[in-house]
């Protein structure tokens, strides 16, 4: 393995799905290896070094077991700051508090790495590749619905001129479409960043 800016060599593959193994449920462990199986194809299809892919993968739900009032504590904790939305909707938090406990327990520094967990709930502006190849990873892993995967993998397109951005627009406007129909309050980041990645699509179709 080549070496990695902040990723210590104790941190492999295998030594990161040992991490969180133990922590997860049996269905969520199922979930984190789709999603690091996803990212490593997406990440393949698109020039991602495969490496952070799959850990990004393996590590993006460590903290998705914690309840929403232990999530805001551990962020009240570690001094994150936090969003009206975050407080009230604990669980969307699971993302950054995860790269918080990874940079602690794990030693893990890498930025980039650190990114892809933070943002693979809310998305970002802008992101990286790593970042979006996580996200779309997790939308796309075999256990969500064909009605869901469909449209994203259509978009993405991974077999021709995967698109990275188009496979997001889309992502990021079906879950608001869920999060309407579920009522559920809709977090003020994911407008934004939907609206990025519109404007992005529509630029790159100019
Ligand atoms: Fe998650
Ligand atoms: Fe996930």
């Not at 602690?104 to 650190?114: A, K």
């Not at 627009?169 to 994911?190: E, N």
Request: negative net charge; hydrophobic residues 40%; proline residues 4%.
């Amino acid at each position: 393995m080549p070496k990695y800016e902040g990723i210590p060599e104790s941190l492999t593959l295998k030594a990161a799905r040992q991490f969180v193994e133990p922590r997860v449920s049996e269905k969520r462990f199922a979930h984190i290896e789709g999603v690091a199986k996803f990212a490593k194809r997406i990440a393949n299809a698109c020039g991602v070094d495969l490496f952070l892919a799959e850990l990004s993968g393996w590590l993006h739900d460590a903290c998705k077991h914690v309840n929403d009032k232990e999530l805001v504590a551990m962020a009240d904790k570690f001094g994150m700051e936090l969003h009206p939305v975050d407080r009230q909707q604990g669980r969307l938090i699971h993302g950054p508090v995860a790269a918080y406990v990874c940079r602690e327990e794990l030693g893990l520094t890498n930025q980039e790495v650190l990114d892809a967990i933070t943002e693979h709930t809310l998305g970002n502006i802008p992101m990286t590749d790593l970042s979006k190849v996580t996200f779309l990873a997790d939308c796309l892993e075999e256990s969500r619905p064909d009605s869901y995967r469909k449209p994203i993998l259509d978009a993405l397109d991974l077999d021709g001129k995967v698109n990275l951005n188009k496979a997001m627009l889309v992502a990021l406007d079906l879950g608001l479409q869920m999060l309407i129909s579920d009522k559920a309050v809709i977090h003020p980041r994911t407008v934004d960043c939907r609206n990025y990645f519109l404007d992005l699509v529509r630029n790159a179709n100019k």
